[in-house]
């Protein structure tokens, strides 16, 4: 089936280091890839997506490449900020014969922690 | 962005009483909407998927009579956990799906059963 690993955290950094979180995939299918970001107290947001392979997803200064021979979609910014501490989850939505029935596969989650 | 809610935010029940939780689209409709529970320090698992006017689909392991899904109208999906034992005590999420790969997710509902 489906999977999606994510890098352990929790994950500490100073503001304005750059930020890596490994993503790797397996899947069945063509599936699309996900990051999500979880601010506390509030609900599951989408930071980025990429449909297909070699596909960019970018948004507030995060960026992931969707690299189907490595099956990876790693999470990177290159400058953080204490606003950006959240839980940051990788997902898969995989595409049964072409079609997507939005269901998710998510990694389990990396804590961010940003000081000023 | 799209809004959806959850209310309870948390509830705690006693042993063997039911729980619902209503997750609702605010400013779009959804025929999908899917329920997830999530533990402490783990990713979110898919319980199950709702369909407006139709049974919902459970995964595999999800007992259907334990957890019972409605989804009566086109912004309104409930979750009933029916007598509820203390292993139910999660953190409950749902979202909203508005087009083919965009769910919008609720805040989540704390359920703690004593």
């Known amino acids: 089936g489906d999977s999606v690993t994510q890098m352990e955290g929790p994950v500490t950094l100073s503001e304005e280091a750059f930020l890596t979180i490994n993503c790797t995939y397996t899947a069945t299918g063509y599936p699309s890839l996900f990051w999500y970001v979880q601010y506390p107290g509030e609900g599951l947001q989408l930071l980025l997506k990429?449909?297909?392979?070699?596909d960019k997803g970018s948004n507030k200064g995060f960026e992931a490449t969707y690299r189907k021979e490595t099956t990876s979609f790693h999470l990177e910014k290159g400058s953080v900020q204490v606003s950006d501490s959240a839980v940051y989850f990788c997902?898969?939505?995989?595409?049964?014969?072409?079609?997507?029935?939005?269901?998710?596969?998510f990694g389990q989650g990396t804590i961010l922690t940003v000081h000023p | 962005g799209a809004v959806v809610s959850q209310h309870p935010s948390r509830v705690i029940c006693k042993s063997g009483t039911s729980v619902k939780i209503e997750c609702r689209s605010l400013d779009f409709q959804a025929t999908t909407m899917f329920w997830y529970r999530q533990f402490p320090k783990q990713s979110l698992m898919l319980m199950a998927t709702s369909n407006e006017g139709s049974k919902a689909t459970y995964e595999q392991g999800v007992e259907k009579d334990k957890f019972l899904i409605n989804h009566a109208s086109l912004t309104l999906s409930t979750l009933t956990v029916t007598s509820a034992h203390p292993e139910d005590s999660s953190f409950y999420i749902c979202?909203?799906?508005?087009?083919?790969?965009?769910?919008?997710f609720g805040p989540g509902t704390r359920l703690l059963v004593l």
């Open positions: 990429a449909t297909k392979a070699d």
């Open positions: 979202s909203a799906l508005l087009a083919e790969e965009t769910q919008y």
């Open positions: 997902a898969l939505s995989d595409r049964a014969g072409g079609t997507s029935y939005g269901k998710l596969t």
